[in-house]
């Protein structure tokens, strides 16, 4: 039976509960113990699948076809654990099923009301797989006192008191604001949050306090008398260079003594850090540096494209440099030349996105990589667009563009060299969609075959003609433009098993090009990096030596 730890946040938001939950999780996993990472979100959406980007940052999509919040993302990146769609849940889907069970008569005609049939439904989703693990982290999206998140905290105090005593904890995640005027850490903020959560039944075991300062022996002292924890239990959580040094810190400050003290586990296995001491060394002792450009539309929010992000470090991580990122608008350069915008890069990436905007800067973000042989790496949108530049440019194809874009205007412009995916196979059953169907949940998602050519660049890179990637799109390359693109010298080299739905694109006459329709960047840990991020950064090495 799992044990629960219950994380949630005060004061402000943002002050890092998913990495708190995430170094946690591996430093439990560090002493030889079992975990499972949760997070519930208060918001009203079913899933952040139809959320802007710039609302809410990236979506992470699951094995299993699962939209959820990018925290899962520090969850599998930290802990190698991969996510589940069980793993993630929200005000909206909570809502939703439990309407659904009211409009089928489940309830035998009760009114239905917040408490007991939403906390009950909150409930049931904290119980599935408690039997699998030894530890469930879960984490509460939001802070104490937000009213959309007034069932979850409910559901959670409920949760813990039906559990035998000692089975749950709570740990709490505040801010320790400094004073520069006086000189001081205050801790009322914290007292405040504390008691807002103790109002409503919650008494935290654990406080982690962010503060930009060390925390005095004397206040540590303070806020452990009036919140009534164990001084040991208060934690401190500073800022780092890179948040892959939290395990190390978190370690450092006891946080995961103190949860194995709350739980009255003596003697507590030793950690076992090599790996993360590993990590630390290839962050801190980088033997160079590459410079790659980003060339996204959703650049003003770097959350958009945190995986990508990420897994550009393990890749600087795997050949020992460290990777300097530029964020550049694909907008700039819809109307003029890319030459100024992306010279002086060592290699380039093209993320997803959806939408005609900025559509045309990513194409020829793609067409300055090929002519300049600068290595490229076209992420879903980022091979389509690869894909329109080369049959435009090099395959005849003058009006070669996208159903997505004709979609969205209204009216039909182009050549549709990348159509709206109408049917495709799902395990053992074909999977059917049409152009209006709703947005939420209905496009090509999670973890699918692909078949490598035998040969290519990226059988070399994979190690294998066989992989399993995960895919979040609506739109794929038509098949049917393949013997005129691959006549231009960009090959087909990976394939769905069924040979209709094209996975990867890369041009043989380049160092190193190469587009992919999923998206690698969902499965890159700082401590088993991507191939394809591997490769992309050692090809960038490659580029800057000849600079």
Not at 199 to 218: F, H, N, T
Not at 220 to 231: D, G, P, S
Request: overall charge negative; glycine content about 8%.
């Amino acid at each position: 039976m799992a044990r629960f730890i219950f994380i949630t946040g005060g004061v402000v938001s943002s002050l890092g509960k998913g990495l708190a939950s995430a170094a946690l999780g591996a430093l439990l996993q560090a002493r030889g113990f079992s975990v499972r990472l949760r997070k519930l979100d208060p918001y009203l959406n079913v899933d952040p699948g139809t959320m802007s980007p710039f609302e809410h940052g990236e979506v992470f999509v699951t094995d299993d076809g699962a939209e959820t919040d990018l925290d899962l993302g520090h969850y599998e990146r930290f802990t190698g654990v991969p996510a589940r769609k069980t793993d993630s849940v929200s005000s909206g889907r909570i809502y939703s099923n439990v309407l659904e069970k009211e409009r089928r008569g489940d309830y035998l005609g009760k009114t239905i009301q917040v408490v007991p049939h939403v906390t009950n439904e909150i409930k049931e989703f904290l119980k599935i797989g408690e039997d699998e693990v030894d530890f469930m982290l879960c984490e509460i999206g939001g802070t104490v006192g937000d009213i959309e998140g007034l069932p979850f905290f409910e559901a959670i105090r409920q949760f813990a008191h039906d559990k035998v005593r000692g089975q749950c904890i709570f740990m709490h995640l505040t801010l320790l604001p400094y004073l520069a005027a006086s000189g001081e850490l205050k801790t009322k903020p914290t007292q405040h949050s504390v008691k807002e959560l103790q109002s409503i039944g919650i008494a935290p075991d654990i406080l982690v306090c962010r503060s930009e300062q060390p925390i005095p022996e004397k206040e540590r002292e303070k806020i452990a008398l009036f919140c009534n924890v164990r001084k040991e239990a208060v934690v401190a959580a500073y800022d780092l260079k890179s948040i892959y040094e939290a395990p190390l810190a978190y370690h450092e400050q006891g946080l995961d003594q103190a949860v194995l003290d709350a739980f009255n586990i003596s003697p507590a296995p030793a950690p076992k850090l090599d790996m993360w001491h590993d990590v630390y060394d290839r962050i801190h002792n980088p033997e160079g540096h590459v410079k790659i450009a980003i060339v996204g539309k959703y650049t003003q929010l770097e959350d958009a494209y945190k995986s990508i992000a990420e897994a550009l470090t393990h890749g600087g991580m795997a050949n020992r440099v460290k990777v300097k990122i530029e964020w550049v608008d694909a907008e700039l350069f819809d109307r003029e030349d890319a030459a100024p915008y992306l010279e002086g890069f060592h290699a380039i990436l093209v993320p997803g996105g959806f939408g005609e905007r900025g559509t045309e800067g990513k194409i020829k973000a793609a067409q300055f990589a090929r002519e300049k042989k600068i290595p490229y790496l076209g992420i879903c949108l980022g091979m389509q667009m690869a894909v329109i530049e080369a049959a435009r440019n090099t395959a005849g194809l003058d009006k070669a563009g996208s159903e997505e874009f004709d979609h969205e205007a209204g009216q039909k412009r182009f050549e549709p060299v990348v159509y709206h995916l109408k049917e495709w196979v799902q395990g053992n059953h074909m999977v059917a969609r049409k152009a209006d169907d709703d947005k939420g949940g209905t496009m090509r998602l999670g973890a699918y075959d692909a078949v490598l050519t035998e040969g290519s660049k990226v059988a070399g890179i994979y190690g294998t003609t066989s992989i399993e990637e995960r895919h979040r799109h609506r739109y794929e390359v038509d098949i049917k433009y393949r013997d005129r693109l691959e006549k231009a010298g960009l090959k087909f080299s990976g394939m769905s098993p069924d040979g209709k739905l094209p996975e990867i694109v890369e041009w043989e006459d380049h160092p190193w090009f190469i587009g992919v329709q999923f998206h690698p960047e969902l499965k890159s840990k700082p401590f088993a990096p991507h191939p394809l991020f591997a490769d992309f950064v050692r090809a960038a090495v490659e580029t800057s030596r000849l600079v």
